[in-house]
């Protein structure tokens, strides 16, 4: 079945770095757009990055543009976010997510479980 | 951007009654909104896409209509697994792709 598994997050003092992972099965990753999507503890959902079929594209939300950096490895079927310059208000659950396209964002499924980031000194 | 506002914040519902689920985009997103469902603990699960089609799986008491900037979750009779965050997104103008704040739906 498709299914997308992170891993990755942990504890990291403000300004560090981390690197998110995300391994995906059961269909085709190449030809799929993949998202990053947070959730601060108790809150509500954020967007935070798309990345094209090709990796040709890449898409980020204001909050972490210029600090984080979605990337792929089609022959790994991999997904990948690097964190840089990590703050407090960047703490949240991280999700993985299948787009239903290629080329442009649509919606999110499936979802993975998700892995924590926690930043703190 | 676009400011997707969900209402009510928190929906307090028996069993078995209809619930109604409100979605409203600050401009219009077309029919480019899919709506989420979030258990405690657990990770979003996609329900609706393209304002009113259901995600496979999806049980017909989930229903999604609306167009433009308002758009309606209706779950037809609540079932006990039925209680959790419901959560809509637009897809239409990005980056960003925005979420609204959700609603809770509760036992009543």
């Known amino acids: 079945q498709v299914q997308v598994v992170e891993s990755g997050g942990g504890v990291v003092q403000p300004g560090g770095s981390l690197r998110l992972s995300c391994a995906a099965s059961g269909f085709i990753f190449s030809s799929y757009g993949m998202h990053w999507v947070r959730q601060a503890p108790g809150k509500g959902l954020e967007w935070v990055a798309f990345?094209?079929?090709?990796?040709?594209?890449?898409y980020y939300a204001d909050s972490v543009r210029g600090r984080f950096t979605i990337s792929r490895d089609n022959s790994k079927n991999t997904l990948y976010l690097q964190m840089n310059t990590l703050g407090a208000e960047d703490s949240s659950v991280y999700y993985c997510?299948?787009?239903?396209?290629?080329?442009?964002?649509?919606?999110?499924?499936?979802w993975g479980q998700g892995t924590l980031v926690t930043v703190s000194s | 951007e676009i400011v997707m506002t969900q209402s009510p914040a928190t929906l307090s519902v028996s069993p078995g009654e209809r619930a109604t689920l409100s979605c409203r985009a600050s401009q219009s997103v077309s029919s480019n909104l899919a709506w989420y469902q979030q258990k405690p603990g657990q990770t979003p699960r996609l329900l609706i896409y393209?304002?009113?089609t259901r995600a496979t799986g999806i049980p017909a008491r989930f229903s999604g209509s609306g167009s433009g900037t308002d758009f309606t979750l209706t779950i037809s009779s609540l079932q006990s697994e039925d209680f959790a965050v419901y959560y809509c997104?637009?897809?239409?103008?990005?980056?960003?792709?925005?979420f609204g704040g959700g609603t809770k739906v509760e036992i009543k």
């Open positions: 997104q637009q897809y239409n103008n990005w980056p960003p792709l925005t």
């Open positions: 990345i094209r079929y090709d990796g040709s594209n890449k």
């Open positions: 393209g304002a009113s």
């Open positions: 997510a299948k787009d239903p396209g290629g080329n442009n964002p649509n919606w999110f499924d499936p």
